[in-house]
């Protein structure tokens, strides 16, 4: 069974920085494509990044772009997501997401003073 | 970007009946379209892909049809369990977007 286990959200003041995870289990993590998609309270969905199977080809968003980095850890089955340059905007649960369309249970990030 | 609109915003429905929602993009995506489920306080769930690729565990009630810019989502005989926000999203190309979303009621 496909299981996707954010952690790392939290509590962080504008400008501050967070490293998101997310441990992958019950298919083979290094054959896929992940996303980070996120999703601010009450409202809908926004894609965010992609990485590609290796690690070599990443994608943002452009509202992220500069201040996020997708990364992942083929060997760890981990999937993360560095967010330096916080702001309250960025507020929103953080899913990782599977290219077959599996998501894990997402992680809040709340930036505010 | 490609921007998908969805209508309706909201319906509320007896169960039973047929639901359809829609969803337009702003450019032809071929039919790099997927519909998702999500209800409260849970993660979005795959409903349908590639427009109309069913998948497997979802119930043969929802159905999806469309290409290029116009796309359906269709729920014959709606379930209460149902109850639900419904978003289309296109992976045609970046970034990636995700429709407003369809917040499905039942009466």
């Known amino acids: 069974e496909v299981q996707l286990v954010e952690s790392g959200g939290g509590l962080v003041q504008p400008g501050g920085s967070l490293r998101l995870s997310c441990a992958a289990s019950?298919?083979?993590?290094?054959?896929?494509?992940m996303h980070w998609v996120r999703q601010a309270p009450g409202k809908g969905l926004v894609w965010v990044s992609r990485i590609n199977s290796d690690g070599s080809s990443t994608s943002y968003a452009d509202s992220v772009k500069g201040r996020f980095t997708i990364s992942r850890d083929n060997a760890k089955n981990t999937l993360y997501l560095q967010m330096n340059s916080l702001r309250a905007e960025d507020t929103a649960v953080y899913y990782c997401?599977?290219?077959?369309?599996?998501w894990g249970q997402g992680t809040l990030v709340t930036v505010s003073s | 970007e490609i921007v998908l609109t969805q209508s309706p915003d909201f319906q509320s429905v007896t169960p039973k009946e047929k639901v359809t929602i829609t969803c337009r993009a702003s450019?032809?995506?071929?039919?790099?379209l997927h519909w998702y489920q999500q209800k409260p306080d849970q993660s979005p769930k795959l409903l349908i892909k590639y427009a109309s690729q069913s998948i497997s565990g979802v119930p043969s009630r929802f159905s999806g049809s469309g290409s290029g810019t116009d796309f359906t989502l269709t729920i014959n005989s709606l379930e209460a369990e149902d109850a639900a926000t419904y978003y289309c999203h296109q992976s045609s190309s970046l970034p990636f977007t995700f429709g407003p979303g369809t917040k499905v009621d039942i009466k």
């Open positions: 450019q032809s995506i071929g039919s790099s």
């Open positions: 997401v599977l290219a077959t369309g599996n």
């Open positions: 019950g298919f083979t993590f290094s054959s896929y494509w």
